[in-house]
């Protein structure tokens, strides 16, 4: 067991040492639905989203369906993000266990922001009109068990996205898989995000950057291309340095590959002192804005089997101003 885990830190140890030489260019801007790619809830993001081989709760649908798995009986989470602009993102999930059959959830994500005036070639200084965007998911999921140590899961999941007259809706797949041993709580995990067709925004523009567009008379509009979802390739691993009954330390590390920008890596940590209070922290290498996070929560009692879990993160997104996240976790 001590060879293959030797085996496998060597393997990840070399990964990024090549990724980094190859120097590729990143493909920034050419996938849609980039809210989708936006962190919810503050314990993954505190742990600088190192959380594909942790996350057990109902917030596994955003990371890993395959966390969905350990919901005990029943688990509500919430999510709010801050976010640059005056934009709001937040996130719902509802995770219910059915026995032996597995696990089932809902969720939802969505992204709001205040009114915005239009403005044209012709009235610079705004029109007097004014629109908002409004893009959102709804998703169902199942997962379950194959063996002991063995959880899989999916998601299935509808995809809008609108800004003025211009929109798409769209269906997407989130696949994922979670092993855990017997050594030091060791776990490792994949899974695949937001897997779906290419899609076109409705309606037509005026293309000021063409004069064959913008010249004619009178002007030619053109349709919109085809772009694809942002989809994300993860890979995680997670173990207690520390796992005692009353102090424990959870480190992780995530490798992700996404269609429309570099591989990224993340490294978490999570310190809990009586499975009540938790301190974490964790750092995002090769980003463009960001890279240090922090955070904190606690988890009480409510009852005989109600228990309450408020997390609060904070991340420094560089030139974007630093970044505050809050999430609620119910669970029964």
């Known amino acids: 067991m001590m060879k293959k885990i030797k085996v496998l830190f060597l393997i990840l140890s070399l990964v990024p040492v090549s990724s980094v030489s190859a120097e590729e260019f990143a493909p920034v801007g050419t996938a849609v639905a980039q809210f989708l790619e936006i962190g919810l809830g503050a314990r993954s993001t505190g742990m600088g989203e190192a959380v594909t081989a942790v996350i057990d709760d109902a917030s596994a649908v955003f990371w890993n369906p395959a966390g969905l798995a350990d919901v005990q009986h029943m688990n509500l989470y919430s999510a709010y993000n801050t976010w640059p602009a005056g934009i709001s993102i ?7 266990k059915l026995g032996n059959i597995g696990t089932i959830g809902i969720s939802t994500v ?55 007259d211009y929109s798409y809706s769209t269906w997407a797949i989130d696949l994922g898989t979670m092993y855990r041993t017997d050594f030091h709580g060791l776990n490792i995990a994949m899974s695949i995000l937001h897997f ?24 030619e509009p053109k349709t919109f291309e085809s772009y694809s979802l942002p989809v994300n390739f993860r890979f995680g691993i997670s173990m207690n340095l520390i796992d005692g009954k009353v102090n424990r330390l959870k480190t992780a590390m995530d490798l992700v590959h996404s269609n429309n920008n570099l591989e990224q890596y993340n490294l978490g940590l999570e310190y809990s002192l009586n499975r009540m209070i938790f301190v ?28 309450l879990r408020a997390d609060y993160s904070y991340a420094d997104m560089g030139i974007l101003r630093a970044i505050h996240r809050f999430s609620i976790d119910f669970g029964l």
């Open 280 to 307: 974490r922290s964790g750092y995002q290498f090769n980003t463009d804005e960001g890279g240090l996070a922090f955070g904190g929560g606690i988890k009480l009692g409510m009852g005989e089997s109600l228990n």
């Open 196 to 219: 779906g067709p290419e899609v076109k925004f409705s309606g037509d523009y005026i293309d000021y950057s063409d004069v064959k567009s913008y010249g004619s008379d009178p002007p």
């Open 90 to 96: 937040g996130g719902l999930s509802l995770a219910m």
């Open 110 to 164: 969505y992204l709001m922001t205040d009114d915005m005036e239009i403005t044209t070639i012709e009235n610079s200084e705004g029109t007097g009109e004014y629109f908002a965007i409004s893009n959102y998911s709804l998703g169902l999921t199942y997962s379950r068990y194959l063996t002991d140590k063995v959880s899989v899961g999916v998601t299935t999941k509808l995809l809008h996205e609108g800004y003025w």
